[in-house]
């Protein structure tokens, strides 16, 4: 078997998988822009096949962007063994529902809100901007080096990459939520007590009021597609209204 | 950086968070707390990008990026936000500049809607050029993309920094600059919650961090 020749290239552009997203193809040209360079590399000797390839390539795909690569190395791996076209384009389907879901459990409702509550602790600790800069070069170091791994993934197990992932620590994604909501709840009475709040400025119980308020509110809106962003959003029309009638 | 030289800078970082949400590279550059942070910093008013920073990244944790749905884009509106905050008491800056931060954070979601229209045209103008493997029609794509998702969140920026030059000309009175205040640090803890709550591990946890958060915060 031989090995996946460019997957740096091949990881960098991943990076940019949805540049060129449209509710047409999704990330479908993102696939054929990572892709490219390995198919050049694959198929450089034969133009027909470099093009067949290519064009496949590029038709509809949607995953989590983050778990993608699995999807690039295991369709290169497909065109590589030469696949039949339809078998590949079912494949590419197979892969899209699944790396989706474990992808956005993974990263969207673990990984990031994870990060971002720690960073969120850490700056209204009073740790300044290192938290922040801790934010950043984990996740990034962490995702160049798991982009790299799904991409050898799927390279090496193909069409039976689902198998591989199932077996993978991936799968216990969701041991992540209770460490989010722990950190997260963390992150609340910290953030109003140690930053907003330090100067004293605001803290009285016009801050309890206006929590009520959000809250209750919220929550009694919450049937009719409200969130939160535009629940205060109208709650500061109210306010604003308000202070101008009084003027 | 101050003045005049530090519009440009600031342009540039708008632009480039607004691209990190959805195109490139997705590094987490366009959560609140990062915007923020880079902008106060390049504004010599770190405090202000950190607590502008972390009340937008609350209202961030309610929102889950995915596939096509529609979401806030808060990186460009969270520059704009940090510039309006940089330099009042918080008082006075925060609230209006949280509230900046979210109108603009609303106005981005409908315009990344407006990029992939645009994006979805010019697919299906080069269909047979994409399905003839022609590597030049997924490259001429791929930029353009870039290019349009680049101008978005130059436009977001310029339309934050202008709305905090029009609130410098007419301020909110400071009852109300304070009013929205508590407002903005109230909604922030709501939707942190809630987000976190409908889909993690449910309440028992987010109890069990808000009893270490009190308490952390109590000793300190």
Redesign the interface.
């Known amino acids: 078997m031989a090995g996946l020749i460019g997957a740096p290239l091949t990881v960098a552009r991943c ?2 998988l ?9 990330q479908g ?2 696939m ?2 990572a892709s ?1 360079p390995a198919l050049r590399r694959l198929f450089g000797h034969d133009p027909d096949r ?7 390539s ?1 038709s509809f795909f ?1 995953a ?3 778990l993608a690569p699995t999807a690039v190395g295991a369709f290169l791996r497909a065109e590589a063994d030469e696949m039949p076209p339809a078998q590949v384009e079912r494949l590419r389907t197979a892969l899209s529902g699944p790396l ?1 879901a474990l992808g ?1 459990r993974l990263y ?2 673990g990984v ?2 994870a ?3 720690m ?3 850490g ?3 009073g740790a ?2 290192w938290p ?1 800069l801790a ?2 070069l984990v ?2 170091s962490t ?1 160049l080096w798991l982009g790299h791994w799904l991409l050898r993934l799927g390279w090496t197990h193909g069409p039976m990459v689902g198998v591989a992932m199932t077996a993978s620590p991936l799968s216990g994604a969701a041991t992540l ?2 460490i ?20 004293g ?2 803290a009285d119980w ?2 309890v ?3 009520v ?3 209750v509110g ?1 929550r009694w809106l919450r049937g009719r597609r409200a ?7 109208a ?2 029309v109210v ?2 209204l308000w ?1 101008l009638g009084r ?1 | 950086m101050t003045g005049a030289a530090v519009l440009p800078v600031l342009l540039g970082w708008g632009t480039l968070v607004g691209l990190d949400l959805v195109s490139f590279p997705q590094g987490l550059l366009s959560r609140p707390l990062v915007a923020a942070t880079v902008a106060g910093a390049l504004l010599g008013d770190l405090e202000a990008g950190l607590r502008v920073g972390l009340v937008l990244e609350l209202f961030a944790l309610d929102v889950l990026p995915i596939g096509a749905s529609r979401y806030p884009d808060f990186g460009p509106g969270t520059v704009a936000a940090t510039v309006l905050a940089a330099g009042r008491s918080w008082s006075e800056g925060l609230g209006p500049a949280v509230l900046l931060g979210l109108v603009l954070a609303m106005v981005g979601g409908r315009s990344i809607d407006v990029v992939r229209r645009i994006n979805g045209r010019a697919v299906r103008q080069s269909e047979a050029s994409l399905l003839s493997g022609d590597v030049r029609a997924v490259t001429r794509l791929q930029w353009l993309g870039l290019t349009t998702d680049a101008a978005r969140s130059l436009g977001l920026t310029l339309l934050g920094l202008l709305a905090v030059v029009g609130y410098r000309l007419v301020p909110a009175p400071a009852a109300l600059a304070r009013t929205m205040g508590l407002l903005v640090v109230a909604g922030g803890v709501v939707a942190g919650l809630h987000g976190v709550s409908r889909r993690s591990a449910g309440w028992r946890w987010i109890v069990l961090g808000l009893g270490l958060g009190g308490g952390i915060a109590w000793l300190a």
């Open positions: 990076l940019a949805q540049a060129a997203w449209s509710y047409e193809r999704m040209v993102g054929a822009w490219e470099y093009r067949a390839a290519l064009g496949r590029a949607n989590n962007p983050f989706g956005d969207w409702t990031v809100p990060l971002s509550g960073a969120v602790c700056v209204a600790l300044g901007w922040v934010l950043l996740h990034n995702r939520a209770a989010v909501a722990t950190v997260a709840g963390t992150a609340a009475p910290l953030m109003v007590t140690g930053s907003a709040l330090e100067d400025s605001l016009g801050l009021a206006a929590a308020l959000v809250a919220f969130s939160a962003l535009k629940f205060t959003l709650a500061s306010a604003i202070h003027a």
